[in-house]
């Protein structure tokens, strides 16, 4: 609701006195000595109004004060985003409390005439949810306690995500009561029973949230379960609400002793979840694969003249199929240059068939050769490194990862736009940065997996000769931990490599 303005208010103190007075009119007080009283005795009702209103508004000029001087001490602090949570809480001030503050004095429209002047859009609730879904999907992926997350500590944990040991350490708390709900409700929204329980957890714990009275956690906790009890049978959304139905009989309306049975039971449900996809745990724990043997090699390789004098610096990861990285194969300068023509191009980036999904969480930008020095450099370097032809393939793809930016499992052989029978033989992945933690990319048959090296390149072929898909090329990439994460793609195309690829002797091959 919006606050009336200041003439408002004191419109309004002014009618109140002179109803006070009976309304009578200004010029016929000095024709009676008692309404002449009756004024006076005003005098007192109306400092008190005016003092009330001085107070009311000297703490809404102190809320605004202390807004300004937060958007001041973090003017162009960016490194601190590259942190989910620190990430999370800006967009959750700049969606939500910043937006009901600014509405307090008129400053909506000054926001943002200055948001578009940025060439920006204030963030929206969809951009609250999503922050808060990216979250939870690095808790997901790297086994992330509540308790962790909610300080900022970004563990990975390899055996459990409940809370125990190093995670819970205590510490200050980043995240608010409110955002321990809101990333419950999240949770239990998506169908991820055990972290929303882990919140919810979370939420009762003595120690966290001093602010809120054990009544009112109670409360909202209770209020959470109902909502996952919700969730189908086979999610343990039965499990949950037969627990609802008998723990009050059990606890006989005693709040301190239902907080506490009601954060054991949670960390009793909690613990009775097994995570099973592959792409997670090689995520979190790293390649375990056998074919890391005495035959996977590192060596200067000149796969053309161009590289006599600058070998190429080659490490095999995988001997069949074929996956090498390649060091080195960007300088530093066309690194940075590709993402600063890249950056104003951004846009959400899609999955086959054009459509936004959680499957990829990333923006991307297509670059042409003509469009910058950089392009055209690098695409012709992939050529002479790959002895492809890179003038059938598609324009070269940037791409930015963001709050818990991921790709889930996938082949790159099919493409959206590719003319029929075609497909992608090969694929240059480009790091053009590194990243804090997280954001590997990840073999899941292989059980491979590979840290972004600046200036570095994973490279691979996706087809056989006779044009079959290699499956075991299936590959993700990781959720971006903390810092950011930025690519170029490069895929090759089939049909345009008759000469440098051709068919083998063999329609095996």
């Not at 007080?29 to 008692?34: A, E, G, P, Q, V």
């Not at 029978?421 to 790091?431: D, F, H, I, Q, V």
């Not at 810092?483 to 490599?497: C, L």
């Amino acid at each position: 609701m919006k606050t009336p303005n200041n003439s408002c208010l004191l419109l309004l103190i002014l009618s109140s006195a002179s109803v006070a007075l009976g309304a009578t009119r200004a010029d016929d007080y000095f024709t009676s000595i008692s309404h002449v009283a009756k004024l006076c005795s005003s005098r007192a009702r109306l400092a008190d109004a005016l003092l009330n209103y001085a107070e009311t508004e000297s703490s809404r000029l102190e809320r605004l004060r202390q807004f300004a001087d937060t958007l001041r001490s973090n003017d162009g602090n960016v490194s601190g985003i590259e942190h989910p949570v620190e990430a999370y809480v800006t967009i959750r001030q700049m969606s939500r409390e910043w937006k009901a503050l600014l509405g307090q004095c008129d400053c909506t429209e000054t926001y943002q005439l200055v948001a578009k002047s940025a060439g920006i859009r204030p963030p929206a609730e969809d951009d609250y949810d999503g922050a808060a879904d990216a979250l939870l999907r690095l808790q997901d992926v790297y086994r992330i306690s509540a308790a962790a997350m909610a300080r900022g500590r970004l563990e990975v944990n390899s055996k459990n995500r409940s809370g125990d040991g190093e995670q819970t350490d205590s510490g200050p708390l980043m995240l608010t009561a409110e955002d321990a709900i809101h990333l419950a409700t999240r949770a239990f929204n998506t169908s991820l029973l055990s972290i929303g329980m882990d919140w919810a957890r979370l939420l009762l714990m003595s120690d966290a949230f001093p602010d809120w009275s054990t009544e009112r956690k109670l409360s909202r906790a209770l209020d959470l379960l109902q909502l996952a009890a919700q969730l189908p049978s086979s999610q343990g959304g039965s499990q949950i609400g037969a627990f609802l139905e008998n723990m009050w009989n059990k606890t006989s309306g005693n709040l301190t002793k239902a907080a506490a049975k009601i954060s054991s039971q949670i960390k009793v449900i909690s613990d009775g979840e097994k995570e099973t996809e592959n792409y997670k745990e090689i995520c979190r724990e790293g390649s375990r694969t056998n074919n890391h043997s005495s035959s996977l090699t590192c060596r200067l390789a000149v796969p053309h003249p161009f590289f006599t004098l600058a070998p190429v610096k080659e490490e095999l990861l995988n001997s069949d199929p074929r996956v090498t990285f390649l060091y080195d194969i960007l300088t530093d300068r066309e690194s940075d240059r590709l993402t600063e023509v890249a950056d104003p191009r951004l846009q959400r980036a899609r999955v086959g068939g054009g459509v936004f999904t959680k499957i990829r969480v990333s923006k991307s930008a297509f670059l042409r050769d003509k469009e910058d020095w950089s392009v055209e450099r690098v695409n012709r370097r992939l050529g002479l490194v790959t002895g492809l032809n890179v003038s059938d393939s598609d324009p070269l793809q940037l791409g930015n990862y963001g709050i818990g930016g991921q790709y889930e499992p996938h082949l790159d052989s099919k493409g959206v736009g590719l003319a029929k029978g075609n497909s992608r033989l090969a694929t240059a992945l480009l790091y053009l940065n590194n990243v804090k933690q997280g954001g590997g990319t990840v073999f899941t048959r292989l059980g491979l997996r590979v840290q972004p090296v600046k200036n570095g390149a994973l490279y691979w072929h996706n087809l056989r000769r006779n044009s079959s898909d290699i499956f075991d090329t299936l590959h993700a990439a990781c959720p971006v931990l903390e810092g950011s994460k930025w690519v170029a793609n490069k895929w090759i195309y089939y049909m345009g490599q008759m000469a440098s690829w051709p068919c083998g002797l063999s329609q095996l091959e």
